[in-house]
């Protein structure tokens, strides 16, 4: 997270969610831009190694990355209140929506993961709150209307190795009236 983009005032508290936290790494660079005690993590990752180093850390000037974290399923076991949080840190699997039978997979009209955590979380975002939405550059294109009714676009940058990932970023400010059209 370039702090010089999203800027605080001194001695704000800011709550950051970040559904798919990984390693924890994100979130610990909020703590570290922001101030540790400014910035409360709040976070839900599947993997347990993930979940336990991200919980414990292994970092020296903090005890853990994640204040409040939960190992489980983001999507299926997890219920966020509406306006809860400041920042929506979003870097979730990019892959289709599963299905317990594998013919039924690669039936057209599956959603795309990134698409299902965008719309599940908007809503946890105070309005105003940031979206730093991390995904395939197709994943925008094609989520664009929700995109551009739900947020204002601050900035969206191409990572450097653009060409061999196709990854963007999205940094919106999420509108407090949604627009019609």
Same mark, same amino acid.
């Not at 292994?58 to 306006?83: E, M, S, T, W």
């Not at 929700?146 to 990854?167: G, H, P, V």
């Given at each position: 997270?370039?702090?010089?983009?999203?800027?605080?005032?001194?001695?704000?508290?800011?709550? %950051?969610?970040?559904?798919?936290?990984? &390693?924890?790494?994100?979130?610990?660079?909020?703590?570290?831009?922001?101030?540790?005690?400014?910035? %409360?993590?709040?976070?839900?990752?599947?993997?347990?190694?993930?979940?336990? /180093?991200?919980?414990?850390?292994?970092?020296n000037q903090i005890p853990k990355?994640?204040?409040?974290?939960?190992?489980? &399923?983001? @999507?299926?076991?997890?219920?966020?209140?509406?306006?809860?949080?400041?920042?929506?840190?979003?870097?979730?699997?990019?892959?289709?929506? /599963? /299905?317990?039978?594998?013919?039924?997979?690669?039936?057209?009209?599956?959603?795309?993961?990134?698409?299902?955590? @965008?719309?599940?979380?908007?809503?946890?975002?105070?309005?105003?709150?940031?979206?730093?939405?991390?995904?395939? /550059?197709?994943?925008?294109?094609?989520?664009?209307?929700?995109?551009?009714?739900?947020?204002? @676009?601050?900035?969206?940058?191409?990572? &450097?190795?653009?060409?061999?990932?196709?990854?963007? %970023?999205?940094?919106?400010?999420?509108?407090?009236?949604?627009?019609?059209?």
């Amino acid at each position: 997270c370039d702090s010089s983009i999203i800027q605080f005032g001194d001695n704000v508290k800011i709550d %950051v969610l970040d559904p798919c936290f990984g &390693d924890g790494r994100a979130l610990l660079s909020f703590k570290r831009n922001y101030g540790y005690d400014n910035v %409360v993590t709040y976070g839900v990752e599947l993997d347990f190694n993930r979940f336990k /180093s991200a919980m414990v850390g292994n970092d020296n000037q903090i005890p853990k990355y994640i204040d409040l974290g939960f190992n489980c &399923d983001a @999507l299926q076991k997890i219920i966020v209140n509406r306006d809860s949080f400041d920042i929506l840190f979003l870097n979730p699997p990019y892959d289709l929506e /599963s /299905s317990d039978n594998t013919e039924q997979s690669i039936v057209v009209g599956k959603k795309r993961l990134e698409t299902k955590f @965008l719309e599940k979380y908007t809503d946890s975002l105070i309005p105003d709150g940031l979206l730093i939405y991390i995904v395939p /550059s197709n994943s925008v294109y094609k989520d664009f209307n929700y995109l551009t009714k739900k947020y204002e @676009l601050i900035s969206l940058y191409a990572f &450097d190795e653009f060409e061999n990932f196709r990854q963007v %970023v999205f940094i919106g400010r999420r509108k407090a009236i949604d627009k019609k059209d």
